[in-house]
């Protein structure tokens, strides 16, 4: 008996690419188009979950200020030397610099997600009042939308205030976070708040991304877009869907390094808050 050579091997190895190859290049090509497929479904199921049921089916706003006749809370208003003394942060902006990068993030994540863009209105405006997803970018000083949903949620996550030496500040767990600088390195802070308007699933929820400038809100909206997910494996576990507040802190110019410092989350039970 001879044995067996490679050069003999050859003719069946060139007949079994022939006829198999094409077959299970075809089956590799379905199977990857299968699992983009049910990725893509599953990502749009928790976004629904995220935002709620009806997310597809009707408009959602994002409340923008229009940065005319900004008015503070408590009534106070800027001054020429508020300006001056935010202009000596390193790396300050002229507020309303990044909202267009802001409405581009968010728009792309909801077409992505939903097929379908977000409706821009500045806070001066009448934003959805059916029961709408609603996304204000900016703090109570600049989106007086950001104010009413405050006011509305009573501060029991967050709030807007002034630390001992009266510079701007969240509230959030306790403690007055503002900005600082540490190591020639200038710190914003910023907040991702959720509300829901309803504990049903189909209950649209109102999102606030705000920083103590322009560099948090940016990095607020930037967080948001690339952690909604892991913020709904947080906060809405058990089939419930509870309202977050997310604390950031991140460097000036720098919006992609934001980092959680802090979090709290407000309990539902029977449609009440415990």
């Given amino acids: 008996m001879h044995p067996i050579r490679y050069g003999d091997l050859a003719p069946l190895s060139r007949f079994i690419a022939a006829h198999l190859g094409a077959p299970i290049s075809v089956l590799a090509e379905q199977a990857s188009e299968a699992a983009r497929v049910f990725t893509d479904s599953w990502n749009k199921f928790l976004f629904r ?35 001056k003394q935010a202009q000596g942060f390193t790396g300050e902006v ?119 400038s322009e560099w948090g809100s940016l990095a607020a909206v930037h967080y948001l877009v690339r952690n909604w997910k892991v913020l709904h494996r947080r906060f809405d576990g058990f089939g419930q869907r509870r309202d977050f507040c997310v604390l950031l802190e991140v460097p000036f110019g720098h919006c992609q390094e934001a980092r959680e410092l802090a979090s709290a989350v407000w309990w539902h039970r029977n449609g009440r808050v415990k």
């Fill in 49 to 83: 979950r995220f935002w709620g049921e009806s997310i597809s089916s009707r408009d959602v706003d994002l409340v923008i200020d229009s940065y005319e006749n900004v008015v503070l809370r408590n009534r106070f208003r800027w001054t020429d030397s508020d300006h």
């Fill in 94 to 212: 002229i507020p309303g610099t990044f909202s267009p990068q802001a409405t581009a993030m968010l728009t792309a994540l909801f077409l992505r997600h939903t097929g379908k863009g977000l409706r821009i209105v500045t806070d001066m405006e009448e934003a959805n009042k059916e029961d709408g997803a609603l996304i204000c970018y900016g703090s109570s000083d600049s989106n007086f939308k950001t104010f009413e949903l405050e006011a509305e949620s009573g501060g029991v996550l967050c709030q807007f205030t002034f630390n001992d030496s009266g510079e701007r500040g969240f509230r959030v767990g306790g403690n007055v976070h503002s900005i600082e600088k540490r190591d020639g390195v200038t710190y914003d802070k910023a907040i991702v708040l959720r509300l829901l308007t309803s504990q049903r699933d189909s209950g649209q929820c109102q999102v606030v991304c705000a920083g103590l």
